[in-house]
Nanobody, 115 residues
């Protein structure tokens, strides 16, 4: 399984970006797909995920600003990021998970938010 993330870039505070993650597998067959991010000097942390049933979960800091979605026809995962803040600056990684132990990662895409 391969995941290809794209859509990162530089944006000012308050701006928006949409990340995409194309998967080589059938996205609906994964138990969960989502996004992590890693800021400089920090550990990788979960941002958002969507389960095979369509349930979404977000870290508190992005609730109301970020929206995760998937297009099963295109086998692509998205992360719409609005009202970006300086603290959203990080490398964003998409992942796909299959029970019990299989996790696949995409390469990171850099998001830089500046004032």
């Amino acid at each position: 399984v391969q995941l290809q993330a794209s859509g990162g870039g530089s944006v000012q505070v308050g701006g928006s970006l949409r990340l995409s993650c194309a998967t080589s597998g059938t996205i609906g067959t994964f138990d969960a797909v989502g996004w992590y991010r890693q800021a400089p000097g920090k550990q990788r942390a979960m941002v958002a995920r969507i389960t095979s049933e369509g349930t979404t979960n977000y870290v508190d800091s992005v609730k109301g600003r970020f929206t995760i979605s998937r297009d099963t026809a295109k086998n692509t995962l998205y992360l719409q990021m609005n009202s970006l803040k300086l603290e959203d600056t990080a490398v964003y990684y998409c992942y796909a998970y299959k029970i019990p132990f299989s996790t696949y990662w995409g390469q990171g895409t850099q998001v830089t938010v500046s004032s």
